[in-house]
T-cell receptor
Framework: AQSVTQLDSHVSVSEGTPVLLRCNYS??????LFWYVQHPNKGLQLLLK??????LVKGINGFEAEFKKSETSFHLTKPSAHMSDAAEYFCVVRLRTSGTYKYIFGTGTRLKVLA | DGGITQSPKYLFRKEGQNVTLSCEQN?????MYWYRQDPGQGLRLIYY???????QKGDIAEGYSVSREKKESFPLTVTSAQKNPTAFYLC???????????????FGNGTRLTVT
């Protein structure tokens, strides 16, 4: 089955330290991949997207992600965490299946930033 | 600014009552979607529509209904047949069904429905 897996349901980091949120996907071809952020009681905001151009993708708020086909991964990173980064993050894959496109969501990673 | 408006933000209903959640977009997108979000389960697709007067069931359509009479509007009705309606509901849109490669999903701010 084609899917996306977020390896950690919760991640805690100290303010000013690096952030790593992991995402692996399974697909029979190169998909489009996205990372979204969700603050409490809000909708999802797009952080960045990979659409088969550069494998290192830069997004908003200092986040970036690297597409690694050999590892089927699309991990999200940030060099230095800020308190405002505390939120839930979703990895999403867009796949073509049965003649149509679908978005498959990971189960989310809740990021906690400690002062 | 273009975007998706969901209303109301919070909604309370008694068990056995139908309730309709509003979703309006001014992005001129063809495709619209409804997702349900429960803690620890990510987002699950309820219904989607790629053009006016056409819509398809998603993964968890039982107990829900939708209409698409206008391109801008895609209301969701939670019926009394939905066994666990309390959840956070998110409406989204994309340029076309599945999105163009450079056009991802755009989301509204959600409606939190509580049924007692």
């Amino acid at each position: 089955a084609q899917s996306v897996t977020q390896l950690d349901s919760h991640v805690s980091v100290s303010e000013g330290t690096p952030v790593l949120l992991r995402c692996n996907y399974s697909s029979s071809y190169s998909p489009s991949l996205f990372w979204y952020v969700q603050h409490p009681n809000k909708g999802l905001q797009l952080l960045l997207k990979y659409t088969s151009a550069a494998t290192l993708v830069k997004g908003i708020n200092g986040f970036e992600a690297e597409f690694k086909k050999s590892e089927t991964s699309f991990h999200l990173t940030k060099p230095s965490a800020h308190m405002s980064d505390a939120a839930e993050y979703f990895c999403v894959v867009r796949l073509r299946t049965s003649g149509t496109y679908k978005y498959i969501f990971g189960t989310g990673t809740r990021l906690k930033v400690l002062a | 600014d273009g975007g998706i408006t969901q209303s109301p933000k919070y909604l309370f209903r008694k068990e056995g009552q139908n309730v309709t959640l509003s979703c309006e977009q001014n992005l001129n997108h063809d495709a619209m979607y409804w997702y349900r979000q429960d803690p620890g389960q990510g987002l699950r697709l309820i219904y989607y529509s790629q053009i006016v007067n056409d819509f398809q069931k998603g993964d968890i359509a039982e107990g829900y209904s939708v209409s698409r009479e206008k391109k801008e509007s895609f209301p969701l009705t939670v019926t009394s047949a939905q066994k666990n309606p309390t959840a956070f509901y998110l409406c989204a849109s994309s340029i076309v069904l599945g999105g163009a490669k450079n056009s991802p999903l755009h989301f509204g701010n959600g409606t939190r429905l509580t049924v007692t």
